[in-house]
């Protein structure tokens, strides 16, 4: 089931997510329409906050579907190590229409759990540790906007206060 995608502003999508400590049915059919929603937006990735739900749970696939080995589930993350830096335009499903230069590590390397509750550890480079702290950030209730500064971050919180106030956001 795809699940509506909140937007920058509202509350839930700006709050921390708790580890997940029971694995049942809701926790998989709630992954199941993550991976969903991802693909259906269509986005690289998606984090539990942004379809409301306070869990840290992210899915992210660079790929965006077209190849299966490139999906990854990823339960109670925590980063190993970051190293290096990159720069490039960003966005996110729950701010759609804007883009922005943000800084980013060049590699990460995080542990988690999978979908089932096993150990995992996942190296990203490139894209996929971008895709990596993008989501990270997204548990921790912090958006690429807030990653922003000055006058950049600004025009952006300006433009979305202007939609909301016009109901188009
Ligand atoms: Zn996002």
């Known amino acids: 089931m795809i699940r509506p995608i909140l937007r920058y502003g509202e509350r839930a999508l700006h709050q921390p997510a708790s580890e997940v400590a029971t694995w049942d049915d809701d926790l998989q059919r709630l992954i199941d329409d993550m991976i969903e929603t991802m ?7 998606l984090a539990a906050t942004q379809v409301g739900v306070p869990l840290r749970i992210f899915v992210v696939d660079i790929s965006v579907g077209r190849n299966p080995a490139d999906l990854i589930v990823m339960v109670n993350p925590a980063f190993v190590e970051r190293d290096g ?22 590699r990460t390397v995080i542990k988690g759990l999978d979908r089932h509750g096993a150990e995992q550890i996942l190296e990203g480079r490139e894209l996929l540790a971008r895709a990596f702290q993008h989501e990270m950030d997204h548990l921790d209730g912090t958006l690429f906007v807030d990653r922003l500064r000055g006058i950049k971050r600004d025009l952006i919180v300006r433009k979305i206060n202007k939609m909301k106030r016009s109901g188009k956001w």
């Open 85 to 106: 830096m990159q720069l490039q335009e960003e966005g996110c499903l729950s701010v759609p229409g804007f883009n922005a230069t943000v800084v980013r590590p060049a």
């Open 39 to 45: 693909y259906a937006a269509p986005g690289v990735g």
